[in-house]
C-alpha cells in the first residue's frame, strides 16, 4: 500500500540521517520527489479534493468562490489560465506545497531537518498535500516564516506569515502560539503586542464575517464529534510536552512552552466534544508547538537532546497511526477518498 510505503521511507531515511550524523539532505530531497510523485499524479484521492476541483471549476465560471480565502482565489486563476483544467489546478497547488517544503529542507539545519522527518512528515505530509490543500500551502508559508525569523530575517518572515493568512485564515493561531512561545510575558510591551495582535485578527475576522459565519455553519451542520474525537491530538501533545520537560531548554522556556500546549491542548480538546472547529484548533497547535520548541531551541543555540528527539519520533508514529486509521475508516466513503489510491497520469488529465 502506498501510504505504508511512504510512512516506511520516512522512517527509514531518518534512520539513516541518524546513523550519519544528519549530515546530508540528498535523502530528503529523494523522499520529496516520491510524495510529490503520489500527491500530483493521484486520481480521486483525498477527501477534499472534489470539492475543491468543484470550488475551482466555480471560479473558471466566475460563479462562486465557495468563501476562499484571497491567496488561493488570485493562484487558482493564475493557474486557470495555464492549465484551464481544475483537476491540474487542485494538483498544481501539491506540487507548489512540496516546492515550499523543498525550500525549507535546502535551508535546513539539523533540528529543522530531525524534526521534518521525525514529526511533520509522518503526522501532515499525506494530508496537507491531499486534503486540506489551503492549509498545507499556508503551513508550508508558515514553516518558512520560522526559519527567517531564526535567521533574523524579520521582514521576509513577516511577508511569508502575511501570505500564510491569506491562504487560509486560521493559521493566525498557529502564529499566535509560536509568538506567545516566544515573548517575555512580564514585559508591558508583551501585553501591548498581543492587544494589537487580538485587535488584527478582530479586524481579520470583521472584514471577512461572512466567511467565518459560512465556516460556522458547516461545522453546526456535522453532530458533534464526541470526547475521543479529538484524544490521538491530544495525545500527540502530551507527548511533545513531555519532550520539552526532559529537554535541555532553560527553565523558564520549558515553562511557557508546557503551559501552551498543555492548557490550549485541554482547552481545545474539550471544545472538540461539541464541535468540529475544536479538532480544527488541535490540528493547528499540533502543528504550531513542535515549531515554537524548534525557534527556542535555535534562540538558545541548542541541538535536540534524546528526549525530545524520542517525543518527537514517537509523536510522529501516533500522528501516523491515526491518519492511517481515519484512512482505513474512510475507505470507499465518498467521491475522493484516501483509500482506495488511485493514479490519474498527467497526459490523461491536460
Known sequence: ???????????????????????????????????????????????????????????????????????????????????????????????????????????????ERFMFLAYIAPAFIYQYSMNVIRLGIASGLLILATQYYNRKKIRASAALAVSAVLFHYSIMCSFAVIWLSQMRWSRGSTVFVGVFISALMLAVFYVNMDYFQLKLASYQGFNAPGESSGLSKLVVLVVLILGVLFSNLPRPDKAKLTILGLGLGTLFWLLSAYTYAGLRFLDLLSFALPFAMLIT??????????????????????????????????????????????????????
Not at 541518524?18 to 529523494?30: A, D, M, W
Not at 470539492?51 to 462562486?64: I, K, P
Not at 525530545?308 to 491515526?322: R, Y
Open 297 to 350: 531551541y535555535n534562540r538558545n543555540q541548542l541541538d535536540f537532546n534524546l528526549a525530545v528527539k524520542s517525543s518527537l519520533v514517537l509523536a510522529g508514529v501516533v500522528g501516523a497511526l491515526s491518519a492511517f486509521k481515519n484512512f482505513l475508516s474512510e475507505d470507499g466513503v465518498g467521491p475522493s477518498p484516501f483509500l482506495p489510491y488511485t493514479i490519474n497520469l498527467i497526459f490523461e488529465i491536460i
Open 1 to 111: 500500500m502506498i501510504y505504508l510505503i511512504g510512512w516506511t521511507l520516512i522512517f527509514t531515511v531518518l534512520t539513516l540521517s541518524e546513523l550519519t550524523g544528519n549530515r546530508f539532505r540528498s535523502p530528503i530531497f529523494v523522499l520529496l520527489i516520491f510524495f510529490t510523485m503520489v500527491s500530483v499524479l493521484r486520481g480521486d484521492v483525498g477527501t477534499d479534493t472534489n470539492t475543491y476541483e468543484f470550488l475551482v471549476q466555480g471560479l473558471s465560471d466566475n460563479t462562486d468562490s465557495g468563501g476562499m480565502e484571497p491567496g488561493f482565489i488570485g493562484v487558482s486563476r493564475i493557474l486557470l489560465g495555464v492549465f484551464d483544467s481544475p483537476v491540474m489546478v487542485v494538483r498544481f497547488f501539491s506540487f507548489i506545497f512540496f516546492g515550499l517544503l523543498f525550500f525549507y529542507i535546502a535551508r535546513s539545519n539539523k533540528n
